[in-house]
């Protein structure tokens, strides 16, 4: 058996799984390990900006075990920004929901989220694409590949019914989910994220969730309630969701350049089409600067930040 910290809490892990947690810039992997020859599966890959930590602990998780496969939840850059590195050291086919398919195959920046968002991704080529209802074989586990739209429209969740662990990626978890992307567009789907966290609710003896952020974790109810506590709130007031999310994506920035000047994060947001996006859904009432300033505020005063004169560090 294998240990995951969950909440200040020891959670057992089946000994064929593994989660390597590299904090909030990278997602969770969550490796796989085989039956004899069969070879392990990993199920995303973080941010490109750890590929080499990555790669370094995948070896050693491996222990010379051969990896087979990468799968992806979903392509948002924190989640399969280190395909392209694993890829090429191990050899090994990568697949990925259907719906960016073609997307990723001609490398459209524009329709994936990298240009949006102003983040980095290294080019990969998929394989196939993973179908929702699939069943993903790997050792002696049946995962089920299941749709769970909101946070991404395309985006999987998969189950192993036998042992009740969830891969939930990041439409739950313990303390809520993942930004809403499509809100940030103008596109309803609050209530794809209602139906997502319905879809868990109703697994049957789901007893271990591994997020795609944050430690694994058991109490089930208590994340689903959260994360409805934190939905009914967002729908009520959507403004206050764009706001979080433009704060969330300023600190994915920061965690990747770590500190810089105020001029160029400022420089950056004003760059950066989801930022002014999300300006002009809620806040276009106030100059753009005028809230960004306010947003990194916010951020110092909770303490993920500290601003100095004119620099900005990641506390």
Request: glycine share 10%; hydrophobic share 40%; net charge negative.
């Amino acid at each position: 058996m294998s240990l995951a910290t969950a909440g200040g809490r020891a959670t057992v892990l089946p000994q064929d799984i593994q989660v390597l947690e590299r904090g909030w810039l990278s997602s969770n992997s969550v490796l796989m390990h085989g039956h004899g020859n069969e070879g392990a599966l990993l199920v995303d890959s973080g941010y490109c900006s750890h590929a080499e930590q990555t790669a370094a602990l995948l070896r050693q998780a491996l222990g010379g075990e051969r990896l087979r496969l990468i799968v992806n939840t979903h392509l948002h850059s924190d989640h399969c920004g280190g395909n392209a590195r694993l890829a090429a050291e191990h050899g090994c086919p990568i697949w990925i929901p259907p719906g960016d398919y073609a997307a990723v195959q001609t490398w459209d920046e524009a329709r994936l989220s990298y240009a949006l968002t102003g983040q980095r991704c290294e080019r990969f080529a998929p394989a196939q694409a993973l179908q929702p209802g699939h069943i993903l074989e790997q050792g002696s586990r049946a995962w089920h590949c299941l749709a769970a739209p909101g946070h991404d429209p395309h985006s999987l969740i998969l189950f192993e019914p036998e042992a009740g662990l969830l891969i939930s990626a990041d439409a739950l978890w313990e303390r809520g989910f993942g930004i809403v992307f499509p809100e940030l567009d103008g596109t309803p789907a609050f209530d794809e994220v209602e139906r997502t966290l319905d879809l868990v609710a109703g697994l049957a003896g789901v007893r271990c969730v591994i997020p795609g952020h944050g430690s694994v974790f058991c109490d089930v109810v208590g994340a689903l309630s959260e994360a409805r506590s934190r939905l009914a709130f967002f729908r009520r007031y959507p403004e206050r969701h764009t706001r979080h999310a433009a704060k969330a994506l300023l600190m994915f920035h920061m965690l990747e350049v770590g500190r810089c000047s105020l001029t160029q994060l400022q420089d950056w947001a004003q760059e950066t089409p989801i930022h002014r996006r999300m300006w002009r859904l809620h806040y276009a009432h106030i100059p753009l600067d005028a809230w960004t300033a306010e947003l990194l505020g916010d951020l110092a005063r909770s303490g993920t930040l500290e601003i100095s004169g004119s620099a900005v560090r990641v506390r």
